[in-house]
């Protein structure tokens, strides 16, 4: 496959937008959500398939609503950090089981990530992007069908963008990306 020169671009997407914002424990919520027989079976699938790139998933810990996090990962785009941010944020939800509307986690990752600590406390403190980030959430629901995450759309040149949803094996990533610049051998 030709190296290709891809521009990756987190979009705002809500599994439960009516999520308060005070945190909860991350498993009861996963148990009210998905069921407890789900997530007995579903914790040590993804605790492996974790391992497996780097991830150590923790269900301990807390969730809540994710605007917050999106704000500032909408925010970072901007300033050419958006995959620093995320990266951080991941480690402090998926490893760490902090909250992702935590404060202090959202903070440190946008730091961790070189950005400047002061804009994001004031992004944060204010209702910046607020809007924005839940109009472009809506638009990407509404436009894709997006029902879970995670949740890709790969666009090469002017041909129709091709979406696809669900973790993937890196193979079946590769495919999708040959099909969208025509690079697929058709044997």
């Excluded at 909860?24 to 492996?48: C, H, I, S």
């Excluded at 944060?124 to 069908?145: H, P, Q, T």
Aim: charged content about 30%; proline content about 4%; glycine content about 8%.
């Amino acid at each position: 496959m030709p190296e290709l020169d891809v521009d990756v671009r987190w979009l705002p997407f809500f599994l439960n937008a009516s999520m308060p914002e005070t945190p909860v424990n991350k498993r009861d919520w996963y148990n009210q959500k998905f069921g407890a027989d789900r997530v007995r079976l579903m914790e040590p699938r993804m605790t492996e398939v974790g391992k497996k790139v780097g991830i150590n998933f923790t269900y301990d810990g807390e969730t809540a609503n994710t605007l917050d996090s999106h704000r500032l990962i909408t925010w970072a785009a901007t300033k050419g950090k958006q995959n620093e941010v995320v990266e951080e944020c991941f480690k402090g939800y998926f490893e760490k089981g902090i909250a992702p509307n935590n404060r202090k986690m959202l903070v440190e990752s946008a730091e961790k990530a070189g950005l400047d600590k002061s804009a994001a406390e004031e992004l944060l403190a204010s209702d910046e992007l607020k809007l924005d980030v839940m109009r472009e959430a809506e638009d990407i629901r509404s436009s894709y069908g997006v029902t879970g995450v995670p949740f890709f759309v790969v666009k090469a040149g002017e041909g129709r963008p091709i979406s696809f949803s669900g973790a993937q094996d890196t193979e079946t990533i590769i495919d999708v990306f040959k099909e969208a610049t025509g690079t697929r051998s058709s044997t």
